[in-house]
């Protein structure tokens, strides 16, 4: 319990400062919406759109979504709170782990009458604690922002799948970053190997929505799980990526207990 | 020059392993290219077929931008935010090791000035940086080869590519500001990429919402590629803040790190 305590007020300030980014974001994000595209409709830009080759109209930076409903414009703004939520999650994960050996408080921990994996269990509940905090955040803002611009609450709905979707993908990021420091031999480099990971994963959530060929590559990256499209056309979850996603996290709980259990502390 | 060398010792390895991933990074966007390309003239093609005012409309060449050019611009957005943050990484971590590592003390009884040791660093940086642009561009143009993009202007392609290179200078002078004021920082990797990707995401942010003045706050959006792709030059007023903050943050670098108090072990 104390670690815990001890993590959540570790953790506490740079929660802060994301949650402000989000806030920022989404509020200054979405107040462009009732100013630029609502009621706008423009059926004929769209067919025109709908005309050019989904790879061209990726690079000249036009969007897949309709702008002109809240829908559509939260879900652009919402590219952008994932990869946000990605390297919070990730460096969050890894840097839990890690940082006892960075500080050169490892062995002050090691002494305390507790088993390495009531630790790691403290610190993961902790971290979760964080990543909860950060999408009840999310959502409040998201209900908040889309309701004061659109209008109405009917996309209310939508939000708390897309929000769960995102805890969801974030959860998945922050075991990746656990997984690591648990494994890697020097911890300093930890962050920097998640990050990595986190990159490699977003830049191939890129080139899938260059071409429709390597659509296989979508288990891949966690940023591809839960499609904004479905969403908004009332599909609901993807239920083969939902298990894929649990299937993960799973797993890479279980490779960070095993491997922290038997890690040599690094001095 | 010791302390040149030691530095260019110390990073090579961080380099080879940022510019292998950029080049590969490269080489899985390029790929792409032949389907764009047949795409692009399928809708060329069509276009043309189009009324000339409504086209008008668009406001944009589909010539240049679907151009190898074109989509190369569009993957240097992504090369540029692996350069930033390695850009970054390298302008703090390099002025805070020596106080994290506790070789301060050391190097300060070496017979060398302040000045000199900070010049060793920042012409390191400057090298390492430069190493990783000229291989990748390199890189670039041998696959663009291997796979016939045809012929393409190389003046612009290089001006989009150089681009890069001032914005990572850009975040790695940025980087010697954090290092000057937190000297003792620690988790180097975790500040540059959180702050890089705040930046990249302010740009993306900026272009969707069409707020012109965000722009000023984010050097990704310093080098407008469309802008480079119609004039084959950049945007003076972008130029000239780019030199500026460099210029203010490398000043600023020297004047702390030259009174700065040394932390002795």
Same mark, same amino acid.
Not at chain 2, 71 to 77: A, I, K, Q, S, T
Not at chain 2, 229 to 242: D, I
């Given at each position: ?35 630029m595209?609502?009621g ?18 990726i ?7 309709d ?12 590219g ?32 305390k ?16 604690t964080?990543?909860f ?12 922002s889309v309701?004061?611009?659109?209008g109405?609450s ?38 920097a ?9 977003y ?11 390597l ?13 904004i499209i479905?969403?908004?056309e ?7 990526f ?13 490779v ?5 259990e ?6 | ?93 390099v002025?805070?090791r020596e ?23 920042l +012409?390191?940086? #400057? /090298?390492l ?8 561009? =390199? &890189? *670039?143009?041998?696959? %663009?080869?291997l796979?016939?993009?045809g012929d393409?202007?190389?003046?612009v392609?290089? +001006?989009?590519? #150089? /681009? ?9 002078? =940025? &980087? *010697?500001?954090?290092? %000057? ?14 702050f ?32 480079i792709?119609?004039?084959?030059a ?8 780019s030199?500026?903050?460099?210029v ?5 670098g ?12």
């Amino acid at each position: 319990m104390n670690i815990y305590i001890k993590e959540m007020k570790g953790q506490i300030k740079t929660l802060i400062f994301w949650t402000i980014g989000i806030f920022a974001m989404i509020f200054g994000g979405m107040s462009k919406y009732g100013a630029m595209y609502s009621g706008s409709g423009g059926d004929s830009i769209n067919q025109l759109m709908e005309s050019i080759p989904k790879t061209i109209r990726i690079v000249l930076g036009f969007i897949d979504l309709d702008l002109s409903t809240v829908e559509g414009f939260y879900g652009v703004l919402f590219g952008y709170v994932i990869l946000m939520a990605a390297v919070h999650g990730a460096m969050l994960g890894a840097n839990i782990i890690s940082k006892e050996e960075n500080l050169k408080t490892v062995e002050f921990l090691m002494a305390k009458p507790v088993s390495r994996a009531d630790i790691i269990r403290a610190k993961i509940l902790a971290g979760v604690t964080g990543i909860f905090i950060f999408n009840l955040v999310t959502l409040g803002t998201s209900i908040f922002s889309v309701n004061f611009y659109g209008g109405d609450s009917s996309a209310d709905r939508f939000v708390m799948n897309v929000t769960l979707g995102l805890f969801i993908s974030q959860a998945i990021f922050f075991f990746i970053g656990t997984a690591v420091a648990s494994n890697i031999k020097r911890p300093k480099i930890s962050t920097a190997a998640t990050m990595g990971i986190v990159m490699f994963m977003y830049l191939i959530s890129i080139v899938l929505e260059l071409s429709d060929k390597l659509n296989f590559l979508r288990f891949i990256t966690p940023f591809k799980y839960f499609v904004i499209i479905r969403f908004i056309e009332n599909k609901g979850f993807d239920l083969s990526f939902l298990m894929v996603s649990f299937l993960i996290i799973a797993i890479l709980k279980i490779v960070t207990f095993k491997a922290y259990e038997k890690r040599d502390l690094y001095i | 020059m010791n302390i040149y060398k030691n530095e260019l010792r110390l990073y090579r390895k961080s380099t080879i392993i940022w510019t292998l991933s950029i080049l590969a990074a490269a080489v899985l966007f390029m790929s792409l290219y032949p389907s764009f390309s047949v795409g692009a003239k399928e809708l060329l093609d069509m276009l043309n077929s189009f009324p000339k005012e409504l086209l008008k409309g668009l406001s944009i060449n589909l010539e240049s931008f679907t151009s190898f050019n074109g989509f190369f611009g569009f993957v240097f957005m992504y090369i540029s935010l692996a350069l930033g943050i390695q850009g970054m990484y390298l302008g703090i971590s390099v002025f805070t090791r020596e106080n994290t590592d506790k070789t301060c003390d050391f190097l300060h009884t070496k017979p060398v000035t302040r000045i000199e040791i900070m010049t060793a660093k920042l +012409l390191a940086v #400057l /090298s390492l940086t430069a190493a990783t642009n000229v291989c990748y561009v =390199l &890189g *670039v143009l041998g696959i %663009a080869k291997l796979i016939g993009v045809g012929d393409f202007d190389l003046k612009v392609f290089l +001006l989009i590519a #150089l /681009s890069g290179f001032i914005i990572q200078i850009i975040f790695a002078a =940025l &980087g *010697v500001v954090v290092s %000057a004021v937190k000297p003792r920082l620690r988790g180097v990797a975790g500040i540059s990429i959180s702050f890089i990707t705040a930046m990249f995401i302010l740009g993306l942010l900026s272009e969707f919402i069409d707020e012109k003045f965000l722009a000023y706050f984010t050097p990704f959006k310093y080098f407008n590629n469309f802008y480079i792709l119609e004039n084959a030059a950049f945007e003076p007023k972008f130029l000239v803040l780019s030199i500026a903050v460099i210029v203010a943050s490398v000043v600023f670098g020297y004047i702390v790190f030259k009174k700065r108090d040394i932390h002795a072990v």
